[in-house]
């Protein structure tokens, strides 16, 4: 069935920046929130914008990623005529191709799109934490009849140096196009969202199977720029984040607790954003339970202190504990006398009696490196 | 796969009150994120279940929208998956469980069914079961049917048994003396039966109090961790919310609360609903709070049930107690202890005047107001027989010129304080200075001009009163007026309706006479009560099942598209009766009687209404009485042709006062010559005193084919004199059918408007007094005269209701 629109998500990244949280899963199933995983954002984006095809371009660690979108129900995405694509590598002619680069995975599965005759293609990361309609993107695309577009967003000078400046005109038409600069022209970063016109993509694509490597943002973007094709920015003004390192991931979950509004997580208007389901019975907060200015998801049992973190759901706190400037990632269990600050506990880790960790910076607390960045109190 | 499919029923209503007003119990939010039915379907998708048929009554609405496609529970599939069985008759009643009248409107289902066993299982019941269990102990006790109960014994309604026999019961369900497997467990003499004792937690949840108890509960460990067991989860619907968020200043102990709840006050002992917002300095103990309810800052809530949406204002008290819970409606807003000022207006009010039921229950509401520390105040017309009798106490108020139509009539304001409710009294020469109360050519002028006036003198009142309760036609415009009133446009008003049969249907002239001159009204005539229920902000009737009949035509006749309309508006409260009325004060009867010396004191009294009426005189005789109009609503259309073969009986005595059309009087007459020494006619309604037939009869009869709540049956029972009566009205709420096995009910009922069907229930009660066991009857007689239907409790459920008027937003 011919579609104009359709979107891949690029998941296949390690995140090794992430490194212990991405160990045994995908940086798009990360969690995020106390309830969230990364991927829950750009899906529940994908369905508010009514954008109804989806391939995602899996390589590390897929498992857990797909099983937790399954069918792509909990986001409205298991239509009859539509849904959700898992592009996994496959072995062509005895010859594993492994993905060698972002752009390049694209490329592998570039007869999914043709499959759908689609004319635009939207290229979409799967680990950032926003919400934007991306009919708008397409229309300001539409309008300027772009071959490709990208979208924006301001950032501070310091963080610059992480991201893609773009510098464009009056009429967001890019003039100037620079990777990762050390001393940035623009403060307008781009999102790592692309929508090309299909046609153009193809060319662009053209060959690269040779090189070693294809990165949009490294290769494909100042390919296209250089080669004079209408490449315009399309500036985005909400919240939006790419939690790519421990920091931005801890900082982004305190943006949570410290936004009352974050998101507007919490309103039944505009873009909501769905998460899968876990059947979990609400939290309970116990006699000595104290919480403040935090939050709790589902089926966590609450008998110590939470000041100022986030708390996963089915977390366990047991009596005499004292978590602060933290975040508790899902099914960690807290034994009694422990004390965090400014920490990330891993996904499951059990934290046991009297141990504490006082952090200036923030650390990663994992079954692997418990000992190491903490200790028991005698 | 599983042999076993799952009928879940719905059809039990409970007795959750508001609660359940815009949904069935199965719907009924629980433990702050749950409906109670998904405990039942989730018990089904974890003992592997895939056929599942949802029975609702009424409206499943809420539940259909919570069920979806059935995917939360596995129940979306090709092969079976779950059905909502919707009922095709919508006048069966509801009843405590499902019947296999109701199972036979859908019998396809059951015939089509590839499993071999059923489970028949409540949707209003908390547990985490695996119903395989029960077929393994069905099957190893060879039973026929196997009910399951909870480990302290209670019947949970739930039953298995073989599709086979099912069907078999399904099939003859008109010949069967059972209607639902519950009988069939307890009477059937013939069949195996087994009873599996489920050890865990389990709730069957019927009343707020239920509700409120399991869900307290859930509050301790053991109880949570028997319902959520890790390895059979309840699922429910999935919806959207943020984790909870706690605030700088929340201080939150032993407490449940859902995701999206926002929490910056204190909480106690309580279950939180998501998206739930406590704000600071509120606090909640030992409460129910369900979805997206607000408590506003510095809200003080204790064991209450808030359903959604409610909203507490800032600084509102809400306090119940653990036997008084406060339950709010759904959206209602609470505001704070401010007091209640009702005004009533209508055109009879005892103990001034008095033509029928209505002047009681205005007369007792307003004097029972007052003792609940409302201001009470009571508007009516000055009627020269109230002038006669009252003078010295009237106080002259106010004086006004009123312009009716062209003409300024003067009208005069007296009032009159007695036990802190104020009555207020409109004099006018032209209108009211009449002998009789209603039956004028000119009513319809005389009530919209009172109208007219009431709103005039409104200034009286310091401060206006929130809610103004009119009470039928006669007072119908005054909702229409007060919107139009610049000063009394906030005021809400309730209109009752007392019987929907009397509409007032006046000239359209009469519009442009009170002022309304820009209504578009294109009728030769206006509907005095139409235009009431209309334009009043709030609309009841004076029982809860005259309130469900209203909505078909049967019943409400004309009006029944706008009683539909205003559904979400329409509420149904149980008139009672005065305390004055006891036998055991009543100096006018033979002997006065109470519930200890009922047994030798009654015959006296029978024996004395058979000699005052010339009958054959003995207990031996089954004494049935009427006190009653002679008219068509009565029933007597029924009751004649059952008198005609019921008579015949050499021991039946029967005995009847009242007033009414001529020939029901004659064709009663004839019976009356052929039985003389047995039947006894007083017609006129001084033709003897009502309380001789009260205090005498065994029985007394209502076949009425409609009651919108009647008094005869209350009075009765408080007599003893057990009542035979239709199920219908106010009937129907006040009787409950005697069932001579457990000794449980007050009186004898019939549900169609059918000679035979009264003969059936007149030979029950004639079998009962003649033939049957002395302690059982004495049961009945001991339990009617308990029932007790006090005004007082009515005068309460108004205030109540009154108070959701002034939180609401409807105008």
């Known amino acids: 069935m011919k579609r104009s629109l359709i979107a891949m998500i690029l998941v296949g990244g390690k995140g090794s920046r992430l490194n212990e949280i991405t160990k045994d899963t995908a940086k798009p199933a990360v969690s995020f929130g106390a309830k969230y995983r990364l991927i829950d954002f750009t899906l529940s984006n994908l369905t508010h914008s009514n954008i109804e095809i989806v391939g995602l371009i899996t390589q590390y660690e897929p498992y857990e990623l797909m099983n937790y979108i399954g069918n792509g129900g909990s986001w409205d995405l298991d239509t009859i005529d539509g849904g959700i694509s ?20 694209v490329y592998q599965y570039f007869n999914f799109v043709k499959q759908y005759e689609a004319e635009h293609v939207l290229i979409l990361a799967g680990d950032h934490i926003y919400k934007m309609d991306y009919q708008k993107m397409f229309e300001h695309h539409l309008e300027h009849d772009a071959d490709l577009t990208i979208a924006s967003v301001d950032v501070d000078l310091a963080e610059a ?18 990777e990762k600069p050390k001393n940035p022209k623009t403060l307008h970063a781009s999102m790592g969202i692309y929508l090309f016109k299909t046609g153009v993509l193809e060319k662009l694509l053209n060959g690269i199977d040779q090189e070693e490597s294809v990165d949009f943002g490294k290769d494909i973007i100042p390919k296209a720029f250089h080669e004079n094709y209408q490449l315009y920015s399309y500036p985005f003004t909400g919240y939006w984040r790419d939690v790519g390192t421990i ?7 305190m943006d949570m607790l410290d936004d009352r509004h974050f998101l507007s997580l919490n309103e039944s208007k505009g873009i909501q954003i769905y998460s899968k389901s876990m059947n979990l019975p609400p939290h309970v907060v116990l006699e000595d339970g104290i919480i403040k200015k935090s939050i709790i998801a589902d089926g966590s049992i609450i008998d110590g202190t939470i000041i100022h973190s986030s708390v996963g759901y089915q977390t366990v706190v047991m009596k005499n504990s004292h978590i602060e400037d933290s975040v508790l990632l899902p099914q960690v269990f807290i034994s009694e006398n422990v004390r965090l600050k400014n920490v990330i506990v891993n996904k499951g880790v059990i934290i046991p009696e009297n141990y504490y960790l006082i952090a200036k910076k923030v650390v990663v607390i994992d079954n692997s490196n418990l000992m190491e960045v903490g200790a028991i109190d005698e | 796969m599983n042999n076993l499919f799952m009928v879940v029923d719905a059809t039990i209503k409970g007795s959750f009150n508001k609660l359940t007003r815009h949904r069935m119990p199965g719907a009924m939010p629980f433990g702050a994120k749950y409906r109670l039915i998904d405990f039942t379907l989730s018990n089904c998708k974890n003992s592997g279940i895939r056929n599942v048929a949802i029975f609702p009554y009424g409206n499943y609405r809420s539940l259909s929208d919570h069920i979806g496609s059935g995917d939360r529970w596995d129940l979306s599939r090709r092969k079976d998956g779950i059905f909502i069985l919707q009922p095709k008759n919508l006048n069966l009643k509801s009843e405590d469980s499902i019947s296999f009248q109701r199972m036979y409107e859908h019998i396809e289902y059951f015939i089509r069914s590839a499993q071999d066993y059923v489970i028949v299982s409540p949707a209003n019941i908390v547990w985490n079961i695996d119903y395989n269990d029960v077929l393994v102990s069905h099957l190893n006790r060879e039973a026929d049917i196997t009910e399951v109960l909870s ?79 890790p390895q059979h989860p309840i699922f429910s619907k999935e919806t959207m919310s943020s984790p909870s968020r706690y605030g700088e200043e929340a201080f939150v102990k032993n407490s449940i609360i859902a995701s999206g709840a926002v929490i ?141 139509g062209d003409i300024k009539y003067k009208a005069t304001l007296y009032s009159y304080l007695n036990q802190n409710t104020n009555y207020y009294f409109i004099e006018s020469y032209d209108f009211f200075d009449r002998d009789e109360i209603y039956g004028y050519y000119d009513d319809g002028d005389r009530f919209a001009f009172f109208s007219k006036a009431c709103l005039g003198f409104i200034d009286i009142f310091d401060e206006l009163p929130n809610v103004i309760h009119i009470h039928d036609w006669h007072t119908g415009l005054l909702p229409l007026l007060i919107k139009k009133d610049e000063k009394a446009k906030h005021i809400k008003t309730l209109m009752t309706i007392h019987n929907i049969d009397y509409q007032g249907v006046h000239p359209t002239a009469i519009l442009s006479k009170v002022g309304l001159n820009d209504i578009v009204h294109y009728h030769q005539t206006i509907n005095f009560m139409e235009l009431g229920l209309n334009n009043a902000s709030t609309i009841s009737t004076v029982s809860q099942t005259y309130h469900d009949e209203l909505r078909y035509e049967y019943y409400s006749k004309n009006l029944v598209e706008i009683i539909n309309r205003r559904d979400r508006d329409f509420y149904g409260i149980l008139n009672g009766l005065s305390d004055e009325i006891d036998p055991l004060t009543d ?129 009765s029972l408080k007599y003893g004199t057990i009542p035979i009566v239709r199920q219908t009205g ?45 302690t059982v009857k004495h049961q009945l007689i001991r339990n009617a005269m308990a029932s007790n239907f006090s005004l007082e409790v009515s005068a309460k459920s108004y205030v109540e209701l009154y108070k959701t008027m002034i939180g609401s937003s409807n105008r």
């Open chain 1, 86 to 105: 898992f592009l996994t590598p496959y072995a062509k002619s005895g010859n594993v191709q492994w993905q060698k680069g972002t752009a390049h995975a």
């Open chain 2, 151 to 229: 480990f302290e014994g209670q019947r949970l309604k739930t039953f298995l048994i073989s599709k086979t026999l099912l069907l078999n019961y399904i099939k003859n369900y008109d010949d069967l003396q059972y209607r639902n497997l519950t009988e069939v467990y307890d009477y059937s003499p013939s069949i195996h039966k087994n009873a599996y004792v489920f050890e865990s937690a389990c709730f069957l949840i019927d009343s707020p109090y239920e509700l409120f108890k399991a869900n307290m509960s859930l509050l301790s460990m053991d109880t949570r961790h028997q319902l959520f067991n």
């Open chain 2, 264 to 404: 910056e006050g204190a909480i106690f002992n309580s279950i939180i609903g998501r998206k739930a917002i406590v704000k600071k300095g509120a606090t909640v103990k030992n409460s129910i709070i369900m979805n997206q309810c607000v408590i506003e800052e510095g809200a003080f809530i204790e064991h209450a049930i808030l359903d959604k949406e409610t909203k507490v204002m800032s600084n509102a008290k809400v306090m119940g107690s653990p036997d008084d819970l406060f339950i709010s409606e759904k959206k209602q807003i609470v505001v704070g202890d401010e007091e209640l000022k009702i005004l009533q207006i209508a055109v009879e009010c005892e103990p001034f005047v008095k033509t029928g039921g209505l002047a009681d229950v205005v007369g007792a509401l307003a004097q029972n107001y007052s003792k609940l520390g409302v201001q009470s105040s009571v508007m009516m017309p000055l009627y020269p027989r109230i002038k006669a009798k009252y003078q010295i106490l009237l106080e002259m108020r106010s004086e006004a010129i009123v312009l009716y």
């Open chain 1, 247 to 253: 920091d931005s991931l801890y900082q982004a979950n």
């Open chain 2, 587 to 715: 100096l006018s009867i033979k002997v006065t009687y109470g519930p200890k010396n009922v047994f030798t004191m009654k015959p006296q009294n029978k024996k004395f209404l058979q000699q005052t009426m010339n009958l054959s005189v003995g207990d031996e005789f089954f004494m049935m009485g009427m006190v009653t109009r002679i008219v068509e609503q009565k029933g007597f259309d029924i009751l004649i042709p059952a008198l005609e073969e019921f008579m015949s009986q050499p021991n039946v005595q029967f005995v009847l006062l009242g007033t009414g059309e001529e020939h029901y009087i004659s064709a009663l007459r004839k019976i009356e010559a052929r039985y003389p020494n047995r039947m006894k006619l007083n017609i006129g309604y001084d033709a003897t005193n009502p309380f001789y037939i009260y205090a005498g009869a065994d029985a007394f009869l209502m076949p009425s084919r409609f009651e919108p709540c009647g008094t005869s049956q209350m009075i």
């Open chain 2, 730 to 774: 106010g009937l129907n709420d006040t009787i409950e059918q005697f069932d001579s096995v457990s000794k449980k009910g007050n009186g004898f009922k019939f549900y169609n408007y059918d000679s035979r069907d009264l003969i059936f229930q007149l030979q029950n009660a004639l079998n009962l007094f003649m033939n049957g066991d002395q």
């Open chain 1, 161 to 178: 140096k992480r991201f893609g400046m773009i510098e464009y005109d009056q009429t967001t038409k890019i003039i100037g196009f620079e």
